[in-house]
């Protein structure tokens, strides 16, 4: 027996060596005599581990190999032929529990990032258009999809097909309360059909007015007309802080100041609701006894969390008063997504939403909607500033689309189309919402078509992660994929048009349209009045400054995207 377990020990060597243990079920087990179920590498692969040097990382390999044998594995987790014996990796934890999540990613443990970290190589070096993760301590296993056509055959016919969003991973958005995002079959289509229309062509046009006038203030605060040349560390403060303001007012319906948080120092509804956002994770894992220990930092997020709760309320109480009588054709004149969600309350949640619901919708707006926009808004100036080519030719397009010295209105938009290019194209490379998990409720039947043309019958409980990077850098779909191209967008870019970085079927992001317009009016004001451009270091070409700091990407808080980076911008004409 033991000796059948040594004789593969050379199969764990190579899934040491090639950082990516990896499996493949097309391969004959000779220890399960000829077993096809068997998760170990081909034959080919292991010839390639037959060199002294691998004896030195035996110790770890022979841990790693007992941990990981597809013998073990069925007894500590046995969901696993919930992955249908698809080949992939053996870890010893899923990136979506805490552990695997904490662990940077390593060759045993993939980490929130792997997605990004092993993105040339991932699927088998572009091989395959699923792969499994099979845990062998904590988390389900799951089948990961790095193939749009795969995507779209579940996506698109996921009520159909009866998918449904995993229960453990919107915990983080159930802290307000049910909403859009969390929740699943008839309560998701009472939700969508409720909140569908609140995304209107009057709430866009508000956020551009709101943008722009946002934009106007942050020049003026930020001091940069006393100078030509400004560098600005950590860029990404400023999209952050636009994004921030442009939901409470747009969102809320509540008129933050841009600089609210500097002057007053007391807690405000823009600190208390900054400080919820920032510790929505470290509220979901702090036990309620914690708070009590004597701890400043504790008290204080303690102290936010309720501000904001009780806020809330008395908010729906104001606005429902407000709109007391107000009728239907006037409601639709209001550009905020409260208001609409305040005037479907209906305690019975038949046809409306519970006062519960209209706030845990408000605070999913503000957490999907916040870091995602401000990470995409960031890495489109950066590219911009990089690509000094694409950055005249958008501001050659805003010259000839905006009337000399006015804002943008929502009309105006639709000929941004370079820029609009550019903010997908940056979207494309750091898609902010890394994962989009769903588990199925009945068997169902899914077409691969690499490395061989097949259909793979995924069985009742399965869980199937779209893998936004892995889909969104596929060559064969996007050559070239770690280009910075815009073009690639032109023509595609349209409002029916497929932006599968905004998900694809019928739970496409409710927002699209909403951050668009934001960032065209962001965008188009800022490169109309300043030259954006790069920091290199001594020596330094552009090439490499691409490669140093738009490779360094993480997930950061709820949205996936580049480390903060500086830029300098300098006034292009009298602003
Ligand atoms: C660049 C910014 C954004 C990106 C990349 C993005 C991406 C996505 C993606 C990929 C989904 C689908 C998730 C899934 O199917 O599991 C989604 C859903 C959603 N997004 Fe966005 N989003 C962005 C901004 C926003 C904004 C600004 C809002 C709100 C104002 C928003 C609200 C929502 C909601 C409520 C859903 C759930 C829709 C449903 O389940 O029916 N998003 N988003």
Sequence with gaps: MLYKYLGNLPTAIVHLQLNFPMGWHDHHCSFHHGNPRCFRSPNTLLRVSNTPCVYLDTGIAFIRYFLGCSCLSPLVNPSWKHVQYVPGMRVLFSPLTIFGAMIPTRSWNPGLNWSWIWRKTAYMNRTHDIISMVPILFGKPSIYVGSLDVARQLLVNENKLRLEKPADLRKSLLLWGESLSTTNGEDWRRHRRILGPAFSNETYVTVVKETASIYREMVAAEGWMDNTEVVVEEFHRIPSHVA??????????????????????????????????????????????????????????????????????????????????????????????????????????????????????????????????????????????????????????????????????????????????????????????????????????IKVTHPSPQTILLPKGSRVVMDMIALHHDPRVFPDPEKFKPSRWYGKNGVGDEVSMFGLGPRVCIGRKFVESEALTFLSMFLRDWKVDIILSPGETRAQYEDRVMGRARLIGHAFGVEPFPLKVSRRVSV
């Design 244 to 445: 921030f303001v442009a939901l409470a007012r747009c969102g809320f319906n509540v008129r933050l100041p841009w600089a609210e948080e500097r002057e007053n120092e007391d807690l405000s509804f823009g600190k208390a609701l900054k400080t919820v956002i920032r510790t929505n994770l470290a509220r979901l894992a702090i036990p309620i006894w914690a708070y009590k220990l004597p701890l400043e930092g504790l008290h204080k997020m303690d102290q936010a969390w309720k501000y904001i709760g009780v806020y809330m309320h008395d908010l729906v109480a104001r606005r429902r008063e407000e709109l007391r009588g107000e009728v239907p054709e006037n409601l639709h004149q209001r550009g905020d997504l409260f208001s609409r969600l305040v005037a479907a309350l209906d305690e019975n949640a038949k046809i409306g939403l519970k006062e519960q619901e209209v706030i845990g919708n408000t605070f999913t707006f503000m957490f999907v909607g916040h870091e995602t926009s401000a990470r995409v808004l960031t890495e489109a100036l950066g590219f911009l500033a990089i690509h000094q080519d694409e950055q005249d030719k958008a501001v050659n397009e805003i010259s000839s689309a905006l009337p000399a010295g006015q804002d943008p209105t929502f009309n105006d938009l639709s000929k941004l189309v370079h820029l609009l290019a550019c903010f997908h194209e940056a979207l494309r490379i750091y898609p902010p919402s890394l994962m989009m998990g769903r588990d199925t409720t009945s068997e169902i039947p």
